[in-house]
């Protein structure tokens, strides 16, 4: 999986949809109709399954979401269930939605938690809209619970420059621009300089551009995929030397590994 190596003395650890297409959050396209309960899941199974499993530093959890599991994210899981999560950070890459529910806590949760959103030139179409309503929307939030321009900038980035299509981070392809950003997790995450290694051009390599006054996202009108080719993206091949694992839309955890 993108994530399996360790940074910043963080683990990475993969979960697959719970249901029969892989598809976080049910439904389909941007209307995520099990949104509600599989943000519950999620989180369940962090409070629950993970301590469980290794030993784990249950204060240091950090999130991020390919694709459908940005969505998840975004639109369900970070107002419901972030308030379980002190100090924490989410990465989500091509897609991001503004919140979907009731958001739980926010004055709390907004000045503690890093949100990034990365996407690329030749989004697919539907979230060349929603991604900048999520920018908009949770920036508000950060806003609302008292945060100065300058504080909201240092805790929620955003960039789209790279030319490539849906989760081409490199320029070149779906695994491998996914995996792009997940080596550099602790980079644009964990208190690191921001910079991406191996991002497509023309992209400098620094991603953390704050969010105020960049809500506006500019994408390429050329060379759009098909809102039907994001079915395609359901069913990936994650391939590595000679394992091969099947998954969909991808919901990435990392939590502190304290001795595992």
Known sequence: ????????????????????????????GLQRTDGVEHAQAVNDFVQTELPARVAVNMSNIVFTGVSGGSLLMSGFFIPAQMQNYANSAVELNCGALAPQVAFQNAATVMPQTK???????????????????????????????????????????????????????????????????????????????????????????????????????????????????????VNMRWARQAEVVETGDVQLVSCDRTSC
């Open 115 to 233: 949100i990034h959103y990365q996407s690329t030139q030749q989004e697919l179409t539907s979230l060349q809209g929603s991604i900048p309503q999520a920018v908009v929307a949770y920036e508000q939030a950060a806003a609302d619970a008292g945060l100065s321009a300058a504080q909201i900038n240092a805790l929620q980035t955003v960039d789209n420059t790279p030319v490539g299509g849906h989760c081409e981070f490199d320029g070149q392809d779906f695994v491998s621009g996914v995996q792009t950003m997940l080596t550099s997790y602790a980079s644009v995450m964990q208190g690191g300089n921001g910079v991406v290694q191996g991002i497509g051009a023309p992209s400098n390599g620094v991603v953390t551009t704050g969010v105020v006054g960049n809500e506006n996202l500019q994408f390429s009108a050329g060379g759009r995929k098909r809102e039907a080719e994001a079915e395609n993206m």
């Open 1 to 28: 999986m993108p994530n399996q190596n360790v940074q910043a003395n963080t683990m990475g650890v993969a979960l697959l949809a719970p249901n029969e297409n892989l598809f976080w959050g049910g439904g389909a």
